[in-house]
């Protein structure tokens, strides 16, 4: 990610543009939708669970197979997946004893996309 001049882009005027604050605080969703938002973004913060995002953006995939491919041990897939279907990022279904990871809609995987995107910029 590349870094820019912060110092730049600092305000040093004491001047609200009224019209301008009230136009945004009349869209800007509630307080506990952003904490909800937040909590939401938090789960992309950790670079174990983008990369189970990423795997099942590509496959199905089943906790033994997520841990063969980065790595792991059943037990922290298996916690960092209980992590993801908390927040409805992933969906499971299960055939006999094993369940099957995936995405849970395009959602995620447009959300995913558009972080890549905007990290090769």
């Known amino acids: ?65 997520i841990g063969a491919l980065l790595g792991m041990s059943q037990s922290a897939v298996s916690h960092q997946l209980k992590v993801l279907r908390q927040t409805r990022l992933v969906r499971y279904r299960r055939e006999g004893k094993i369940a099957y990871y995936s995405l849970n809609d395009e959602h995620v995987r447009a959300i995913l996309s558009l972080g890549i995107q905007h990290a090769e910029e």
Request: proline share 3%; hydrophobic share 45%; net charge positive.
């Open 1 to 65: 990610m590349k870094r820019r001049d912060v110092g730049a882009a600092v305000c040093n005027c004491n001047v609200i543009h009224k019209a301008a604050v009230r136009k945004v605080r009349s869209v800007m969703p509630p307080s506990e939708r952003r904490f909800e938002l937040a909590d939401f973004f938090r789960v992309f913060g950790d670079s174990t669970r983008i990369g189970i995002l990423l795997a099942l953006g590509r496959a199905e995939l089943c906790v033994c197979d």
